[in-house]
């Protein structure tokens, strides 16, 4: 009995793990091999009754408001392509960092979510 719960158990694990749909991220700041600040995304909350998502973009979108050196930035960017083809998402132009704050990130399904109900960079600024 034990074996064939634990052979249920990994079963289920290996198929939901590759056939999820993402509904969460997180975020680190680090610097890459160059120096530079960088923000990496990467995908933590899975939804596993729903299917993995295979587009490669329109869905998964990201708005970022930031200071740099005093004056406030936004970004909004569509992380589908990166997300789904190398299961993370960079942002950061931000060379040594010196001066970067990030002050909000907002996640976002893009394909779910009507057009003019998507964050705006202006509400950051």
Known sequence: MKKIFTIILFLSMATSSNAQEIKGFKTEMYKNEYGNLRLKVTPNTFDGIKPKIIKTSGVYGVRICYTQNGVKKAALQDMTHK?????????GGWGSGKGVKINGITFFRADKTPKDQWPKKNDCL
């Open 83 to 91: 997300i789904v083809t190398k299961g993370e998402f960079e942002y």
